[in-house]
């Protein structure tokens, strides 16, 4: 038996295998057993070639069934609460020349291009947190009742506290990461001044206004003798960037735990103007609520060891789809996740 017989019993059985149900019965093949049983018939000189050929092939059918048959659980964990690159390894399903950027994708792009021409780093959040980050790191006290205004959707696994992991409510669960990580900044001289422009989560009812996945860019600035006119300043610096011009802006005092003091920023309705009292996206307000910001509190520079006595910042969190909405002239945000594509190629 020559070379050419194990390469038609090769094909025979990986046909045979794709009709197996259980894919290890291709072991046990008979054609299998007969090559091995042909050995001893050959003259010796042509023995060795030959069973390191049936080896071979009975190897590739080894591999193959115990790729095939892995479960789920030999499989290695993936990091799900990494940040997005780390995961995002498998290639795109679609050309790119079939599809248009999304409008927020292209957005992010750009408000990231804009506070990067201002200086800050850009960093990425994550999709699913653990409590520490969403709450403790940023002075949400256990049982303390702020809580319940993130609602957040919980997964069953558990972080190494044994408390549920959380899909973030807020981008802020990045602050305590980016104090550390950018912690010789400040033993530079230097600021920490760094954006992330990520996914977000909430248990929110739909309406106009509201999504149950959507996007902010979390800000943080921190140095020495920081105030919160710098603050102001730089928002609407960015603002004007963003906009090419300066719009009419609001702000009021507020309550956030990480900061204090909180204001939220408000934007004129470019939609009606404060005129209609029926307005679908001010709700007759005449206002959007644009971000929540404020000065980092002293507690949340301490859980990441920056001395708040010689160290102050500031962080602002602005929701990313109501600052497109109200770029481009969008009156529901809904339309972001609709996958409606005569929505989606105006961009
Ligand atoms: N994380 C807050 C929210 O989502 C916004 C915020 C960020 C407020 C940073 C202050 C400082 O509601």
Request: charged share 25%; net charge negative; hydrophobic share 40%.
């Amino acid at each position: 038996m020559s070379d050419t017989s194990i390469d038609a019993v090769r094909n025979l059985l990986l046909l045979r295998y794709e009709t197996l149900e259980t894919k290890s019965d291709i072991l046990k093949a008979p054609e299998l057993k007969q090559l091995f049983a042909k050995i001893p018939t050959l003259a010796p000189g042509d023995r060795g070639e030959f069973g390191k050929a049936i080896n071979a092939l009975s190897q590739e059918l080894k591999q193959k069934v115990a790729t095939d048959t892995v479960t789920v659980d030999d499989r290695t964990p993936i990091d799900v609460s990494a940040s997005m690159d780390v995961n995002a390894l498998i290639p795109s399903l679609l050309s790119s020349e079939q599809g248009t950027i999304h409008p927020l994708s292209q957005e992010i792009t750009n408000l990231s291009a804009i506070f990067s021409r201002m200086g800050f780093a850009i960093e990425e959040s994550r999709e699913i947190d653990d409590q520490y980050h969403m709450f403790e790191s940023v002075n949400f006290p256990k049982d303390h009742p702020a809580r319940d205004d993130y609602d957040t959707f919980m997964t069953v696994e558990t972080d190494d506290n044994g408390d549920p992991l959380i899909a973030p409510a807020h981008t802020s669960t990045m602050q305590n990461r980016m104090l550390r990580k950018y912690k010789s900044n400040l033993e530079n001289n230097e600021a920490i001044s760094v954006v992330i422009p990520d996914r977000v989560f909430r248990n929110e009812d739909l309406d106009a206004r509201h999504e149950h996945t959507f996007y902010q860019v979390e800000g943080m600035y921190v140095a020495k003798d920081v105030h919160a006119g710098m603050l102001i300043a730089t928002l609407q610096e960015f603002l004007q960037e963003y906009y090419g011009q300066q719009l009419e802006v609001r702000v009021n005092p507020f309550y956030f735990p990480f900061t204090e003091p909180s204001f939220e920023f408000m934007l004129s309705c470019p939609f009606c103007n404060g005129e209609d009292e029926n307005c679908k996206v001010c709700s007759g307000e005449g206002w959007i609520e644009l971000l929540g910001c404020g000065m980092i509190h002293p507690n949340v520079l301490k859980m990441a060891d920056v001395d708040p006595t010689i160290y102050t910042g500031f962080a602002f969190g602005c929701g990313v789809d109501r600052l497109v909405m109200m770029k481009h002239a969008i009156e529901d945000v809904r339309h972001f996740h609709s996958a409606k594509l005569d929505f989606l190629r105006q961009f």
